[in-house]
């Protein structure tokens, strides 16, 4: 069975439904009825049941859901069991922290290369993988493959880079720079906006305080 | 006027505007009318006029936006103008990276304290601020104004850290903890959980690639 036509709102959702069955498998729980999983997950019963018939739905009326069963489904149709080679594009601060998570790599993320153009980073080892010179990012490319592009660039940097790695082939980019990529169709990007996120804290952070006043 | 009522997901929305106003500040733009916004940021123009409109409207019909008043209305809606003085729990590779970044402080956040439970952290200087142990935070907040807590720690410890900070005055959190916090109501808490992001890309990469077969 293919999974076409789901809605990128379902898609949203479907890692934190992956994250809260892996707490619940590591708990031990083996079966979760819908209504359960809702009160955890603070998401209605009735859009949990919506969400998981997209798949086929893995629920046996009355019987809840086997927790092993969905977990394992849900990873499969997330591409977990695919191997994902990663390159890093920036070696700063955030490009650094990234490489040294391991955690990404259980899910099938591989960090195989990391570039960047300060010539004082450049032969620098971060987790046993050594910054190497951004001009070589084209051979690298052509030698070894590539799925997702890392950007944590400076935003000022990130549209060009972005299209020249669209031009070596590479159709996927996980962006932390602090700017909304505008590539063709077809290229898939995911915006990590750290920014952004402080920023919606900060407003609620003030409207409490506000009401305090 | 006050900013009451209004909805979530404007308030989602609000950092995207920021940012796509402080670029066009950058590019010397003055004035834009909803549909160029639009235009840009993807978004219809009447979403736009809607949304702004939740803040007193600062368009004039036939004109167009000023950007440079609405860029700093909606900053200091956004709280901008405010300091916050915030904490990292967990001086990883995460924390560190955060800790290191300094384009937070021009929106008025400011990292005043770093702390870990790891010895070998444990009085390591990270951009100047000394990694202090993780008992000390109790005695740290009552002698600092201290506005949001950064929890970059090991997901089994995210809930007992935020529970013992609320008891200790902490009412918001940035939370880059794999697990989603379940505070009491009046704690704010905005999560960054980059393993659901990259499980999104992974699901896209997978989508694509499986249509080119």
Known sequence: MENKGISRAVIKRLPRYYRYLGELKEEGVERISSSELSSKMKVTASQIRQDLNNFGGFGQQGYGYNVNYLFNEIGRILGIDKKNNMIVIGAGNMGQALTKYTSFRSYGFDIIGVFDVNANLIG?????????????????????????????????????????????????????????????????????????????LSYEVKSKGASND
């Open 124 to 200: 620098k080892s971060i987790n046993g993988i050594v910054v190497q010179d951004y001009s070589e990012v084209a051979s690298f490319i052509r030698n070894n493959p590539v799925d997702i592009a890392v950007l944590t660039v400076p935003k000022e940097a990130a549209g060009s880079i972005a299209e020249y790695l669209v031009q070596l082939g590479i159709h996927a980019f996980w962006n932390f720079a602090y700017t909304d990529l505008r590539l063709g169709p077809g290229i898939v990007v995911e915006n990590v906006h750290l920014s952004d996120s402080l920023l919606r």
